[in-house]
């Protein structure tokens, strides 16, 4: 390991390693977890035949699930689509049965087994490389101290919970039910617009909401669309799911690929909204700061996408608003604070599961070495943290064919990354809120933000917009003024329209 006096005379001498300093101090972050030349390179080698080829499996066989429904064979993400879709609550009870049938017996074996080779083999290395808990390489790598992810969580369960239960007993009442199954947790309002839009029309959707706020970023969008880097279709065999990949070229050129399953729904439109704002921001941090830097830590790597997707979601609210259309408005309003609470609350939720998992104790205050648990136990698990932030049983949602919907998430194979969704989505409703604040000078701000790239820790960041990540009220702020403001206005929409009372 290169001494500091040296690499400090490097940065005085040398542009192009001066350039770089950010990315050497961060690799420098992990000097003390480091183990001998001979056991990495034991470790390396070894890789590819670890935990991480489990997971890897476990993506081809997650991509064959198939199940009959409707006298024709469905794949995972065709029934994930259509029990978000579907207007029945029977239907909706029907479609979660064949999703959690199809992920029981040898499937939820295979995913019971692969947690467990994930966990265990991190709980040996995190305690070979002397890490003080099993989250401290995934905060490290992120940029964000612990107190500020114990913060998050916290934040989230004292304030997130209740406004959750607050806005599915809304959601209850909307749909004509005294109480929730787990089933119609996404379901779309009764008077919902279920009109199939085409890719074209989500294309120019999206492209309109960004020239709205930035034409710098909806010129940038455009190249995706002309390049042709949107995989789109929804088809079988196909990874379920959308995602963004962004790389730096030789000759640091930036490059963006979009991944979508895109079926025609208006949650479609906003996660086509949402991808492509990982996409610019790819570009933007690409051509910035090059191969090495341009990839932001993965807890605030979605705030570019996030932000996209709500840039999208105004720009609809306001045509609605326009037009008088309150039923649209509303529908609307709800579809969003579904995806928020999927977001932010669900994802917490997960957390709290895989903290467990990884041998975190009943309080979340104290860890220990992680065991190995059947599939039972886990289901267990699973409902117990659902109900953590969701309600016991009967209190909002009843939880039936809900068991085992834990063995399909995929990202528990990477330790520690879903609350990543969480902290970019609510760092994003704060920052969003700063707009109006800011004003003129927010877009100049915000275009240096994803310049950033992986340079600045997320304090260093938000700094120019005044917000504090390490405050708690930050948390609890962009809980209220996201979600809890959608709450609000879907609550008083409801009363204008005489809906609920």
């Given at each position: 390991m290169i001494e500091d006096k040296i690499l400090l005379n490097y940065y005085a001498?040398?542009?192009?390693?001066?350039?770089?300093?950010?990315?050497?101090?961060?690799?420098?972050?992990f000097k003390p977890h480091l183990l001998s030349e001979p056991v990495e390179s034991a470790l390396t080698k070894r890789s590819p035949f670890g935990s991480g080829a489990w997971g890897e499996f476990f993506d081809e066989l997650e991509a064959d699930i198939e199940a009959d429904f409707g006298g024709e064979k469905k794949t995972l993400t065709e029934l994930l689509h259509l029990l978000s879709e579907s207007q029945s609550q029977e239907e909706r009870a029907q479609l979660l049965e064949a999703i959690n049938t199809n992920l029981g017996g040898i499937f939820a074996k295979y995913s019971a087994q692969t947690l467990y080779m994930v966990a265990g083999a991190a709980s040996v290395e995190n305690r070979e490389r002397s890490y003080k808990h099993p989250m401290e390489g995934a905060n490290k790598a992120n940029q964000i101290p612990d107190s500020v992810v114990d913060i998050l969580h916290k934040a989230v369960n004292e304030v997130g919970g209740p406004l959750t239960k607050r806005y599915y007993r809304l959601k209850a009442a909307?749909?004509?039910?005294?109480?929730?199954?787990?089933?119609?947790?996404?379901?779309?309002?009764p008077f919902s617009d279920t009109t199939i839009v085409p890719f074209a029309d989500a294309k120019s959707m999206v492209l309109a909401a960004y020239e709205s706020f930035s034409p710098t970023l909806a010129g940038l969008v455009t190249t995706f669309f002309d390049q042709r880097r949107i995989d789109a279709p929804g088809i079988k065999g196909k990874r379920g799911g959308a995602f963004n990949y962004s790389v730096v070229l030789p000759g640091n050129a930036p490059i963006s690929y979009t991944f979508l399953n895109y079926l025609g729904s208006s949650r479609d439109v906003m996660t086509l909204a949402h991808e492509v704002g990982h996409g610019v921001h790819g570009l933007l941090a690409g051509a910035a700061q090059g191969p090495l830097m341009f990839h932001a830590p993965i807890a605030y790597c979605e705030t570019a996408s996030v932000f996209g997707e709500m840039t999208a979601f105004n720009f609809l609210k306001k045509q609605l608003i326009l037009k008088g259309d309150k039923k649209?408005?509303?529908?609307?309003?709800?579809?969003?604070?579904?995806?928020?609470?999927?977001?932010?609350?669900?994802?917490?939720?997960?957390?709290?599961?895989?903290?467990?998992?990884?041998?975190?104790?009943?309080?979340?205050?104290?860890?220990?070495?992680?065991?190995?648990?059947?599939?039972?136990e886990l289901n267990n698990l699973w409902i117990a943290t659902t109900k953590e932030l969701y309600g016991e049983d009967g209190d909002v949602f009843t939880y039936e064919n809900a068991e085992h919907l834990w063995s399909y998430i995929s990202h528990f194979h990477r330790p520690f990354y879903v609350y990543g969704y969480a902290f970019g989505e609510l760092l994003t409703q704060s920052l969003y809120a700063e707009q109006s604040r800011i004003g003129d000078r927010f877009e100049s701000l915000y275009l240096d933000l994803l310049k950033s790239g992986s340079t600045k820790n997320v304090v260093e960041l938000l700094a120019p917009f005044n917000l504090d990540p390490t405050k708690e009220t930050f948390w609890v702020d962009g809980i209220n003024n996201g979600l809890g403001g959608m709450v609000n206005e879907a609550e008083k929409l409801s009363r204008e329209l005489g809906i609920v009372v």
């Open positions: 001498m040398n542009p192009f390693v001066a350039k770089h300093r950010p990315w050497i101090e961060q690799c420098r972050v909307l749909l004509g039910l005294k109480k929730l199954k787990w089933s119609d947790r996404n379901a779309p309002m649209s408005l509303l529908a609307l309003i709800m579809g969003k604070i579904d995806d928020v609470i999927n977001t932010a609350v669900r994802q917490i939720s997960f957390s709290n599961f895989e903290r467990r998992l990884h041998g975190m104790n009943l309080s979340y205050t104290t860890w220990s070495e992680p065991k190995k648990l059947s599939v039972e």
